[in-house]
């Protein structure tokens, strides 16, 4: 479905030479770490599965929003919160990947 909507975008880009960072929506909340203490292998592995689909999710809104920061016949500022977009989306990402790191060190810590 994401695809689709990233070459209805990419077409309206091309086609018309107008596009506005609102056309890049990003469904998806960043996974929630389970408690290292007491979560299960199962729990580890479900929460490795969210944190790669979320990843997934990222990487085709970031496909979105680089179609509109390198249209050159867009607006200026319409370019620079596309490229915001993008940024905060990495930022969001470097969180998640930062904490899967605490949960998993904690984790194997507590199933010694």
Do not use: H
């Amino acid at each position: 479905m994401m695809r689709t909507i990233l070459g209805a975008v990419a077409a309206f880009v091309l086609t018309t030479g107008v596009a506005l960072a609102d056309d890049c929506v990003l469904e998806a909340e960043a996974p929630v770490m389970p408690d290292p203490k007491t979560a299960t292998a199962e729990d580890r592995a479900a929460t490795i599965a969210a944190i790669k689909e979320y990843q997934a999710v990222l990487g085709e809104y970031r496909e979105c929003v680089t179609l509109i920061s390198d249209n050159e016949e867009l607006e200026i500022d319409v370019r620079k919160q596309a490229l915001k977009d993008f940024n905060a989306s990495v930022e969001s990402e470097t969180k998640v990947v930062k904490a899967w790191q605490k949960f998993s060190k904690a984790y194997d810590k507590a199933n010694k």
